[in-house]
């Protein structure tokens, strides 16, 4: 994978190519892929990349992509805004997305 894209949608289209085709979303339970009706707890998935995106202007904008494998084969991506996380949601779930520098 691609360390560097210029932008989030670049980086989502890159991503898309490569396999990581479910759209997945953040709940209180782990992540859940709408379109398949199937949630994953922390131990239920791999983070395998991630990337930062910072807006210029406003810190809004600030996101984080993460690519991601199931255990059961399904490939994916999270958007996330920084620290959008830290709310209601389990430690387990939390250090799964914890960023590592």
Known sequence: ??????????????????GY???LN???KGI???KLKRMYAAKDFNVVQYFRFEGMTNP???AVLYAIETTDGDKGLLV?????YSGNIS???????KISE
């Open 1 to 18: 994978m691609n360390n560097m894209y210029s932008s989030l949608s670049v980086a989502i289209n890159e991503l898309k190519k490569e």
């Open 21 to 23: 085709t479910e759209d």
């Open 26 to 28: 953040l709940c209180g």
């Open 32 to 34: 859940e892929n709408k």
């Open 60 to 62: 809004g904008d600030n």
């Open 80 to 84: 996330d805004a920084y620290g959008m």
């Open 91 to 97: 430690k387990e779930l939390i250090e799964k997305l």
